[in-house]
């Protein structure tokens, strides 16, 4: 089994037009956050929401807290249409025999949507 994004949302923007037109000054140096919805590979239009830290390798010193857990991925630039394949190629290079073991790989790089909820 594969995961598979199925929407990616900028937390700083209403709506994804508004962050592609406000480009980043510094797109070699920059990093935001962004709310994606993944689930299996499976032709269904229906997954999880994670909190995913998208950062550029320059911008990683600066966003990475001196103490505690650090979850990102890291992209060339922080560019929408790069931003956009990052995160896809991230995503469908994760493989597991369950959903369940897909969502932990996932919480790896990103913070899922029931992090702190214990679900059986």
């Known amino acids: 089994m594969r995961a598979e994004l199925k929407r990616l949302q900028s937390n700083d923007h209403l709506r994804w037009d508004d962050f592609l037109a406000s480009p980043s000054a510094e797109p070699w140096d920059s990093s935001g956050w962004f709310s994606v919805e993944i ?11 994670f909190q995913v830290l998208v950062t550029t390798p320059a ?9 505690g857990e650090f979850r990102c ?7 929408p249409e790069t931003i ?34 214990n679900v059986a």
Do not use: C, N, Q, Y
């Open 73 to 79: 991925v890291v992209a060339p630039t922080f560019e």
């Open 84 to 117: 956009l394949t990052t995160l896809r190629e991230h995503v469908a290079a994760i493989s597991a025999d369950s959903w369940a073991d897909l969502r932990e790989r996932l919480r790896e790089s990103m913070w899922w949507e029931r992090e702190h909820i």
């Open 59 to 67: 911008a990683v010193s600066r966003v990475k807290p001196a103490r």
């Open 39 to 49: 689930g299996p590979d499976d032709g269904i239009d229906a997954g999880e929401t």
